[in-house]
């Protein structure tokens, strides 16, 4: 358990690194990104389920921008993998209700079931790796502190940020306390169930007392509930992330209501 909660700590800890690059798409005004990523997944969501290649076009964005942001593409969509058995919990209903056949393979009869059901997974995937690249290129800090910028309620881009935060001080209070126990438990592995509710019960007290220290810390400090600006926050929109933004969201829209994926196949077929 220790381990793996030193591998959560880490992978956030890195999240945050990556957020401090110097790529083109570093460069761009947190709040841009913010507006594409919404048209993004707007477009990329409301696309029928059935129209399972024009998702696909939709795959390209989060491969570019990866590019773009200096980052791998394996490494993105490892992490996205995470949603995947809720999507998949969802989509598996899709598979036993719709079982009319759409088209055939040699002797296997794909179903619309399992075209939606693939729909669903390929959307659950790239909404993920969408909100990824923007956390891994803007900064969860930057990106709630833009938010407010922008016109969202202050309690609203606080509550956000302290989520996230709090995440950093429930893990690791976790592995304080993993670590206390493991060092009592002389090599044992199992704990039965009253156990557990213990170092649960214990875990939220010590988390909440240690949140209300920070809590006070802060107001210590002068913060009157709004996110202040600090570092490079400063940072200005400027005439070239007008033109990414329009570009690509006119790219997007264009998939959306155009279906060139469809109408070039029909092409082929016609041909």
């Known amino acids: 358990m220790g381990n793996r909660l030193r591998t959560v700590l880490c992978e956030m800890d890195r999240m945050e690194r990556a957020a401090h690059g110097c790529s083109p798409l570093h460069r761009v005004d947190a709040r841009a990104k913010l507006l594409l990523t919404v048209v993004y997944l707007v477009t990329m969501l409301s696309m029928p389920l059935e129209a399972f290649s024009g998702l696909l076009l939709y795959a390209v964005y989060p491969i570019l921008a990866a590019q773009a942001a200096g980052l791998r593409y394996g490494d993105l969509f490892r992490r996205s993998l995470v949603v995947l058995p809720f999507v998949a919990l969802v989509g598996l209903f899709n ?7 759409v088209f055939t393979v040699g002797p296997v009869a794909v179903t619309r079931g399992w075209i939606d059901f693939l729909s669903i997974l390929l959307r659950g995937l790239l ?3 969408a909100l990824l690249l923007l956390i891994l290129t803007t900064g ?3 990106l709630c502190r833009n938010m407010q910028r922008m016109g969202l309620p202050s309690v609203f881009a606080s509550q956000l940020l302290f989520v996230y935060r709090y995440l950093y001080v429930l893990t690791e209070e976790a592995l304080e306390m993993s670590m206390a ?6 090599g044992r592995r199992s704990y039965p169930l009253r156990t557990w509710a213990t170092l649960v019960g214990q875990l939220l007290i010590r988390t ?3 949140a209300e220290r920070i809590g006070r810390a802060m107001l210590a400090r002068g913060f009157d509930g709004r996110i202040p600006a600090v570092g490079d926050d400063g940072q200005r929109w400027r005439k070239t992330d007008t033109a990414a933004f329009v570009l690509l969201s006119a790219a997007f829209i264009a998939v959306r209501v155009l279906h060139p994926a469809e109408l070039l196949s029909a092409t082929l077929l016609n041909r």
């Open 95 to 101: 598979i036993l209700y719709y079982r009319e056949t």
């Open 127 to 129: 909404s993920v790796q």
């Open 140 to 142: 969860y800090y930057r």
């Open 181 to 186: 126990r493991d060092a009592r438990s002389y």
């Open 208 to 210: 909440f007392a240690r």
